[in-house]
């Protein structure tokens, strides 16, 4: 599988997850950080015109327990690895059952954006963030609290979905580790924080013009150093 961007530390990978998984190397992971698409239309259509035309069938919020098979249990997980996984209220009812019978330890963050998002009567304001790990994965600091609150500057954004560096760089840093795996790489925020810590990272995206972004994000921040 020929890279589509990389460096000593970093590797960027053009193409459909699914397809480029298989060619990781054994055991080269110890941490996965995904920000996968939180539903499709139809599991998350509750009212109105989304309803008439998707129906809301919840039935298919089965998809995203899939997607994290694919990822979850792989052979290019360590042993000893740890979790990030993105989601939005739906996705965390979906998601949760799946990585609470396969890690001894699943808690959930709440990202408080300080802003007010899309919504009917009760405005958006947070996401959900899934984090496991298996028992013997690197010790973590009990200063850490499950509430994050940071601004999303939205100005600054090359990725509809694209999370702020501050907060990829404030989860990453929380503890050890040597490789993260980005399956959802979207615009590279996720290796950006990587190299900024020094650590090694893999992304991948689906979308060409999100990996020319993510590489051109990572050669300024070359020079910015």
Not at 27 to 51: C, E, H, K, M, N
Not at 133 to 152: F, N, Y
Not at 175 to 183: A, I, Y
């Amino acid at each position: 599988m020929q890279p589509y961007y990389q460096t000593e530390n970093i590797t960027i990978y053009h193409g459909d997850n699914r397809e480029v998984l298989p060619y990781l190397s054994p055991r080269s992971i110890d941490l996965v950080l995904a920000d996968a698409p939180y539903a499709a239309a139809a599991a998350t259509a509750t009212s109105g015109f989304a309803r008439e035309k998707w129906g809301g069938n919840w039935g298919d919020m089965s998809l995203l327990p899939l997607m994290a098979s694919q990822i979850i249990g792989q052979p290019f997980l360590m042993s000893d690895h740890q979790v990030y996984w993105f989601c939005d209220q739906f996705s965390f009812a979906a998601l949760i059952p799946f990585f609470f019978v396969r890690y001894p330890l699943v808690q959930s963050i709440v990202w408080d954006k300080d802003m007010l998002g899309i919504g009917g009567c009760y405005r958006k304001q947070t996401e959900f963030i899934i984090y496991s790990r298996t028992s013997g994965a690197p010790p973590m600091g009990k200063s850490e609290r499950d509430l994050i609150r940071l601004r999303p500057m939205y100005a600054e954004k090359e990725h509809p979905s694209a999370k702020p560096v501050e907060l990829i760089l404030g989860l990453a840093d929380d503890t050890e580790w040597q490789c993260v795996l980005d399956p959802y790489m979207g615009s590279g925020t996720t290796l950006v924080a990587a190299k900024q810590l020094g650590r090694k990272a893999i992304g991948i995206e689906i979308e060409e013009r999100y990996c020319e972004i993510a590489a051109k994000r990572l050669q300024q921040e070359v020079m910015a150093l």
